[in-house]
Nanobody, 125 residues
Framework: QVRLVESGGGLVQPGGSLRLSCAAS????????ISWFRQAPGKEREGVSG????????YYADSVKGRFTISRDNAKNTVYLQMNSLEPEDTAVYYC??????????????????WGQGTQVTVSS
């Protein structure tokens, strides 16, 4: 049974940092693409960043390039999202998702069958 558990969300001031974690189990970790999506109130869920756990290739939405960094620890079956220089516009529920997708299609949420429960990130002064 595939299970994804996010952690690390919280309240942070503009310009601050947070690190999200996505602990995965129930599948061969090194064969999937694991991605972070976010959904703000009244908006569609959008892709933030993705990583191929097999070769470590990384992908980012334009809105977070240079501020967010995705990484993986294959020994711990965990993917991280380091978020720096946070802005109020980054406020959303952040979800991790996993599936055997073509890495270049990482941002297509409909391709993912497996999702975590989400973690709230609030950027506010």
């Amino acid at each position: 049974q595939v299970r994804l558990v996010e952690s690390g969300g919280g309240l942070v001031q503009p310009g601050g940092s947070l690190r999200l974690s996505c602990a995965a189990s129930g599948f061969t970790f090194r064969s999937y693409v694991i991605s972070w999506f976010r959904q703000a109130p009244g908006k569609e869920r959008e892709g933030v960043s993705g990583i191929s756990t097999s070769d470590g290739s990384t992908y980012y939405a334009d809105s977070v390039k240079g501020r967010f960094t995705i990484s993986r620890d294959n020994a711990k079956n965990t993917v991280y999202l380091q978020m720096n220089s946070l802005e109020p516009e980054d406020t959303a529920v952040y979800y991790c998702a996993a599936d055997n997708v073509v890495p270049s299609n990482w941002y297509h949420r409909v391709l993912y069958d497996y999702w975590g429960q989400g973690t709230q990130v609030t950027v506010s002064s």
